[in-house]
């Protein structure tokens, strides 16, 4: 089963630290004496030039009106070196793309199913007035999902027609719904899962945004940006936790500053109905939250780490790093990426 292990919980947050620092400190040298970059496979995202306004993880417009094509394909999905699933996805990109809409829009999501079994859209958001959404798309054939954004936040859409294989092989992505422009300077989309036996045989893996380790995005911020989180766990039968080393947010839940969010798996929360694995405890209806909306200040220059706080996912690949302060000059003398 490929699965990282490391001497033990008491060491492991050390050792990756020291990998990191290894790792994203300068490009090698392969066999051949060519320059090799260790970040050519890593999403960079965050502050990456000058910006005078909010830089979004997508654009705002004055549509009423969000029209979405997504395509259910097969796809061999490549999440860390040297290490491919063969994944069903949205798009042939894992997750599915970020779709992004004002309360009130009409979303309409054109979905073709190019998969040998039926398929479908699921997303937590009523559907609009005189709509008919299929309950699944045959193979070969389309459909149009139709439904209103009534409520600000974040959302997992997802194939509901495979139960949790359908997450668990990949068909998933987030729905933003806004009831405004943010005042922040970055947006930045967390969505953690992970890849089971039961869907990838001989495989796992904890992944955010369907990586892992060295492969997980890395965050850059200047100092004292404002920061919003989109933080959803899409796992099917897992929680995980979202730890973020040298800065803390307020949280909404408990009132108080944390630096570490615990979220139920997305079917034990949404979809009580759907089989459990075995083995599997329900979370207490306190804890069962798969998404969190916050906003932190990078004020806290360094490198730091973000991870998961359970020892296994950090084992399994769910542990990534975020730059606060001179991220302009930080790789390869002016180049930012």
Not at 34 to 52: Q, S
Not at 55 to 60: D, I, M, N, R
Not at 244 to 270: Q, T
Not at 289 to 314: L, T
Request: aromatic fraction near 8%.
């Amino acid at each position: 089963m490929e699965k990282l292990e490391l001497p033990g919980p008491r060491v492991i947050i050390a050792l990756l630290l020291v990998l990191l620092i290894i790792v994203t400190a300068s490009p090698s040298t392969g066999l051949l004496g060519e320059e090799l970059d260790p970040l050519a496979n890593v999403p960079i995202e965050g502050h990456l030039g000058e910006h005078t306004g909010p830089q979004l993880v997508c654009a705002t417009d004055d549509s009423t009106t969000v029209e979405v094509n997504l395509t259910a394909q097969a796809t061999e999905w490549q999440f860390t070196a040297g290490t491919t699933i063969d994944a069903w996805t949205f798009g042939n990109a894992l997750p599915g793309p970020v779709l992004c809409a004002d309360i009130g829009d009409r979303i309409e999501v054109n979905l073709n199913n190019e998969l040998s079994v039926p398929v479908s859209f699921h997303v937590h958001l009523p559907a609009a007035n005189g709509s008919s959404n299929p309950e699944s798309v045959a193979p070969g054939a389309a459909a149009t999902y139709a439904f209103t954004a009534t409520t600000a936040g974040a959302y997992l859409y997802h194939d509901l027609a495979n139960g949790n294989e359908g997450i668990g092989r990949g068909l998933y992505g987030v729905l933003i719904v806004r009831d405004s422009i943010p005042e922040v300077d970055h947006e930045i989309v967390v969505l953690m899962g992970e890849f089971q036996p039961a869907y990838h045989p001989d495989t796992y893996a904890a992944v955010i945004n369907g990586k892992a380790f060295p492969w997980m995005p890395r965050w850059n911020f200047d100092t004292d940006e404002q920061v919003r989180v989109y933080l959803v766990n899409a796992g099917p039968s897992e929680e995980h936790t979202f730890h973020i080393h040298g800065h803390r947010w307020l949280d909404a839940d408990e009132g108080r500053p944390i630096d570490n969010k615990f979220l139920s798996p997305h079917s034990a929360v949404h979809h009580p109905e759907l089989p459990a694995p075995e083995g599997f405890i329900p979370l207490a209806n306190a804890l069962a939250a798969d998404v969190a909306v916050f906003e932190f200040n990078a004020s806290a220059e360094g490198e730091w780490m973000y991870h998961c706080h359970v020892y296994d996912h950090i084992n399994a690949g769910m542990m990534g790093h975020l730059t606060v302060g001179d991220v302009e000059s930080y790789y390869h003398g002016e180049d930012a990426h």
